[in-house]
């Protein structure tokens, strides 16, 4: 379990809302409308995205997606983690200290999921850099949208524009991301809310609004 450390910032009045979930869930469609509908009740909002979010951790995102490189599985985790140090020191913490909520297209979570688990690293080691990276920043809440391996893939080969390094993997390779997944929040249900994905965006909106009501 991620160590609960708590830094002066993480307990400021912004809050860290984390979107988790296989490629082809629905996470960015869902982190928009979030954006636009927390932003109408009048909270300052900021929507980031991991890898990315600042222009090192973008720089990263070139290299972790690209399909003609090949990058072991050490450096992968290595990559991510560095994009999101970069990310949490220059964006997510002043931004909450400012009393901002931060909606975020991924987080640790990923990393545990995919490299911890898609790629075999462990999801203890891949939990330790991960820890270091982020200075055991928590998010205040993680929705988790679950949605079948399969039905993911062809929501992903859906979409426009090439297929990146990550997609072309097995399923099997998704099977384990998604067992991992919800291992997770089995681990950690107050702060993990698991969402149906199969349903609507109307109705996965609705659904992620009730679990972050009492935040709110």
């Known amino acids: 379990m991620l160590g609960r450390i708590r830094s002066p910032v993480a307990m400021s009045q ?3 809302i984390t979107i988790e979930g296989i490629d082809g869930a629905g996470k960015t469609t869902l982190a ?3 954006e636009a509908r927390l932003k109408a009740t009048g909270l300052p909002v900021r929507l980031l995205r ?3 979010g600042v222009r090192a951790a973008e720089r990263i995102r070139q290299v972790v997606t690209d399909p003609d490189l090949q990058i072991g599985a050490r450096s992968e985790a290595l990559l991510y983690a560095a994009a999101r140090a970069q990310l949490v020191e220059e964006a997510i913490r002043p931004h909450l200290a400012a009393g901002e909520w931060i909606l975020l297209d991924r987080f640790v979570d990923s990393s545990l999921a995919y490299q911890g688990a898609g790629r075999r690293l462990g999801i203890e080691p891949v939990r330790a850099i991960n820890q270091f990276a982020t200075g055991g920043l928590v998010p205040d ?3 988790l949208l679950v949605l ?7 929501r992903s080969r859906s979409r426009p524009g090439p ?3 990550l997609e072309r993997e097995e399923m099997d390779f998704f099977d384990r ?3 991992a ?7 950690e249900p107050q702060r993990i809310r698991t969402i149906d994905a199969r349903r609507s965006p109307q109705e996965v909106l609705s659904a992620a609004w009730a679990e972050l009501a009492d935040l709110l």
């Open 163 to 165: 297929v990146d390094r």
């Open 181 to 187: 997944y919800l291992e997770l929040a089995s681990a």
């Open 177 to 179: 991301i998604g067992r």
């Open 14 to 16: 912004g809050r860290l």
């Open 141 to 143: 809440r993680t929705l």
């Open 50 to 52: 991991e890898p990315g």
């Open 148 to 154: 079948d391996p399969k039905a993911a893939e062809i």
């Open 32 to 34: 928009t409308a979030l």
